[in-house]
């Protein structure tokens, strides 16, 4: 399987600048290539990868309107153009239904004034020398922070400077699956706000609340923002002050969920979760606090992490009423409000904490559906 592994670059002024025209003429040519594509498309012909690369990059140096894409590596160009060919590619699989998941729309023009820029590079393009250091066409060696060693060799790079001003090498690289040692043990999980998620084993993982613990920073340094003058060397300074705050938050956040996945997933044989309709929760007035948790990202991590570890992962159904039935007896209660966080069945007379029912509920349910793929005996009650 393919991962990629990241790493903290610091480049010196002259290749901040020679990478900053990389971006540039990186993006130029992405653009390129989406207007032939639509203009094509709108007079009613056809027209090749091949062509579309000849024009936009090839044909384009030798015009006086696009000589200066001659002064950087041509692979950062021809890995644009193929960024724009798999946007297009991705568009029309979703129309037709090939690709699965949510729909995508049209892809969209690049701006100069997006925060985060990028590019690509294949083997022919970068090379990792013996002196630990990143060499990138037209741009030269580059210090890299090694945090870990790399699996294997490269297929490619992504360089990449985010909206606070670091640079960031994106490495691809083939890792062989290694299977932790299988246990006994599965766990059903029951993600919420006030308590960031409840195993069926009992435990229960305490919400960070990254954003809320960092908003009196951020509110600060938005405010200073807000007073300096627009186009102002201090504006600019502020700007990537706030950028950085956020940053932080981000960083703090993805650590945060990568420890608590691998923890899961080293422990249990088998993972279930439910299926949260996050971008719905996400239109409600508890957006700030649904954001500030990160479920998708986790439930990703979960994900990944069993594919890799050779663990069993899968989601309930978003309609499965974890919440309204009774893990004793199975009867379900009827809806309750959030602020019933603890309930006694009507039924069996047991007496439930609202979040444990519902991961057992969930774990239950994940376990039958587990047992139905692999041929065996279906039970809720199990």
């Not at 990868?49 to 990059?57: G, H, L």
């Not at 020398?129 to 490619?156: F, H, I, T």
């Not at 992490?305 to 199975?330: E, H, I, M, N, W």
């Not at 609202?354 to 039970?379: F, K, M, P, Q, T």
Request: glycine share 6%; net charge positive.
């Amino acid at each position: 399987m393919q991962l990629r592994y990241q790493y903290r670059v610091y480049p010196t002024l002259a290749q901040q600048d020679a990478l900053a025209q990389a971006f540039g003429c990186a993006r130029v040519v992405f653009n390129d290539s989406l207007r032939l594509r639509e203009d094509t498309h709108a007079a009613g012909a056809r027209i090749s990868d091949t062509d579309v690369q000849k024009q936009v990059v090839t044909t384009a140096k030798k015009t006086p309107q696009r000589a200066w894409l001659a002064e950087v590596a041509s692979v950062v160009l021809v890995q644009a153009c193929q960024d724009a060919r798999r946007a297009y590619r991705n568009w029309f699989d979703s129309l037709s239904g090939k690709r699965k998941g949510r729909k995508l729309g049209a892809p969209r023009f690049r701006s100069r004034k997006d925060r985060r820029q990028s590019i690509r590079l294949t083997r022919n393009g970068f090379r990792v020398r013996s002196n630990r250091r990143l060499y990138v066409a037209k741009v030269g060696e580059l210090e890299v922070r090694w945090s870990r060693n790399l699996p294997s060799e490269a297929s490619s790079v992504t360089i990449i400077r985010d909206s606070s001003g670091r640079f960031f090498a994106s490495f691809v690289v083939a890792v062989d699956s290694a299977p932790l040692p299988a246990t006994d043990s599965a766990v059903g999980i029951d993600l919420g706000l006030a308590t960031f998620a409840v195993l069926s084993n009992g435990k229960a993982i305490t919400s960070p609340r990254f954003l809320r613990r960092a908003e009196r920073t951020l509110r600060k340094a938005q405010h200073c923002l807000s007073r300096k003058q627009k186009g102002s060397s201090n504006r600019a300074k502020q700007r990537v002050r706030v950028a950085k705050a956020h940053a932080n938050v981000a960083d703090s956040r993805r650590d945060w969920a990568h420890k608590q996945s691998t923890m899961i997933i080293r422990d249990n044989q088998a993972v279930f979760v439910e299926d949260l309709c996050i971008r719905g929760m996400a239109r409600t007035r508890l957006a700030k606090s649904v954001h500030d948790a990160g479920w998708g990202m986790f439930t990703r991590m979960l994900e990944q992490k069993a594919t890799r570890y050779g663990r069993v992962f899968g989601k309930v159904d978003r309609y499965y009423p974890s919440s309204q039935l009774c893990s004793t007896c199975g009867v379900c209660d009827g809806p309750k409000p959030l602020s019933n966080r603890v309930w006694e069945c009507k039924a069996c007379g047991a007496v439930h904490d609202r979040d444990l029912n519902a991961a057992i509920n969930i774990y239950a349910a994940g376990h039958a559906e587990w047992l139905n793929a692999c041929g065996g005996a279906v039970s809720l009650s199990a």
